[in-house]
C-alpha cells in the first residue's frame, strides 16, 4: 500500500515535466529497447548439429550467395523506403529485411517468426551455443538453420534470410536485428514503445492516466504501446522511457541525487 501510494504522488509530477517544453540534459539517454517474445518450442532444437552430414559446400554457397546478394540489391536500391535509418551490422540486415519483407507483405508473418527464433534461442542452450559456434562450417549452419525453419514452417523469406545470417556467419546477432526490425515494423505502424518501470504493477487506472499523457505529448498520428517492467532496485516512483528520452523519478535516483548533495561542501559565498 506505501509503494502504491508513492506511485500515485509521482504520476503528477512525471505529468507536469512531460508537458513542459524543455527537458534537461540529464532526462536525455538513448533507449534500449527490449523485444517482448512469444512461446516457442520444437524439438528440432536440442539436435546435435555438429553430427549433421554436409551437403555439397559449393552448391550451398552459390544458393546462399545469390539471396545475399538479393537482399543488399534490394537494400541499396531501396535506402529511402525504411521508416527509420539504421546503421552497423544489425541495422542494415534488419533494413534489408524489412524491404523484402514489405515487398512481400509479410511484416507481420516475418516478425512474429524472427521473435520465435530469439525465444527458442533463449530457451534452448544447444540452440543458443549452436548460434555462436563459428566453428561449425557454414554448410552446415546453413543446412541445420534451413531444417530448423521447415521444422517451424516459417516463410521462405524468413528461412532465406536467416540462410544468409547462418552463410555469413552472423547467427549470433539475430536478437539484435530482430529488435531493430522490431523499430522499423512499429515506426511503419506509426507506434511509439513507453516502458514503464515500477516497483510494483502499475494500477490498471493509473497505466490508464499515464498512456493518455504520453499519448498528448506524443501527439496525433502516433499510437503508445506502454510496456511494464518490474524493477525492485529502483526502490519506488517510477522510470520512464520512450522516444529516446528517459524520465528518472525513482527513489533510489533520488537518494543518489541527495548524498551527492550532502559530500559536496555547500558555497555560502563570502559573509
Known amino acids: 500500500m506505501a509503494m502504491a501510494g508513492r506511485l500515485r504522488s509521482t504520476l503528477p509530477l512525471f505529468q507536469k515535466i512531460l508537458r513542459s517544453k524543455s527537458f534537461s540534459s540529464t532526462q536525455r539517454s538513448t533507449i534500449q529497447r527490449s523485444v517482448l517474445c512469444p512461446t516457442f518450442t520444437n524439438p528440432e532444437f536440442s539436435k546435435n548439429?555438429?553430427?549433421?552430414?554436409?551437403?555439397?559446400?559449393?552448391?550451398?554457397?552459390?544458393?546462399?550467395?545469390?539471396?545475399f546478394d538479393m537482399y543488399w540489391e534490394l537494400f541499396d536500391d531501396?535506402?529511402?523506403?525504411?521508416?527509420?535509418?539504421?546503421?552497423?551490422?544489425?541495422g542494415n540486415y534488419a533494413?534489408?529485411?524489412?524491404?523484402?519483407?514489405?515487398?512481400?507483405?509479410a511484416l507481420d508473418k516475418v516478425e512474429s517468426e524472427l521473435l520465435d527464433l530469439v525465444e527458442a534461442s533463449k530457451k534452448s542452450p544447444t540452440f543458443s551455443q549452436f548460434m555462436k559456434d563459428l566453428s561449425v562450417r557454414a554448410d552446415i549452419r546453413v543446412k541445420a538453420i534451413q531444417e530448423i525453419c521447415a521444422e517451424a514452417k516459417f516463410s521462405d523469406l524468413t528461412k532465406n534470410f536467416m540462410a544468409v545470417l547462418a552463410e555469413n556467419g552472423r547467427l549470433r546477432h539475430l536478437e539484435a536485428i530482430a529488435k531493430r526490425f522490431i523499430?522499423?515494423?512499429?515506426?511503419?505502424?506509426?507506434?511509439?514503445?513507453?516502458?514503464?518501470?515500477?516497483v510494483i504493477p502499475l494500477p490498471t487506472e493509473e497505466e490508464k492516466e499515464l498512456k493518455e499523457t504520453l499519448q498528448d505529448i506524443?501527439?496525433?498520428?502516433?499510437?503508445?504501446?506502454?510496456?511494464?517492467?518490474?524493477?525492485?532496485?529502483?526502490?519506488?516512483?517510477?522510470v520512464v522511457e520512450f522516444s529516446q528520452k528517459v524520465f528518472d523519478?525513482?527513489?533510489?535516483?533520488?537518494?543518489?541525487?541527495?548524498?551527492?548533495?550532502?559530500?559536496?561542501?555547500a558555497n555560502l559565498g563570502p559573509l
Open 95 to 105: 533494413s534489408a529485411l524489412y524491404l523484402a519483407a514489405v515487398k512481400a507483405n
Open 218 to 238: 506524443i501527439g496525433q498520428g502516433k499510437k503508445v504501446k506502454v510496456e511494464q517492467k518490474i524493477d525492485p532496485s529502483i526502490l519506488g516512483g517510477l
Open 249 to 265: 523519478m525513482s527513489i533510489r535516483t533520488r537518494a543518489r541525487q541527495m548524498e551527492r548533495f550532502l559530500r559536496d561542501p
Open 49 to 67: 548439429y555438429a553430427s549433421l552430414s554436409a551437403p555439397k559446400e559449393q552448391k550451398v554457397k552459390e544458393s546462399v550467395g545469390h539471396v
Open 183 to 198: 523499430e522499423l515494423t512499429m515506426a511503419q505502424r506509426g507506434e511509439v514503445k513507453a516502458i514503464v518501470t515500477t
Open 78 to 90: 531501396c535506402r529511402l523506403l525504411v521508416p527509420l535509418t539504421m546503421f552497423g551490422v544489425s
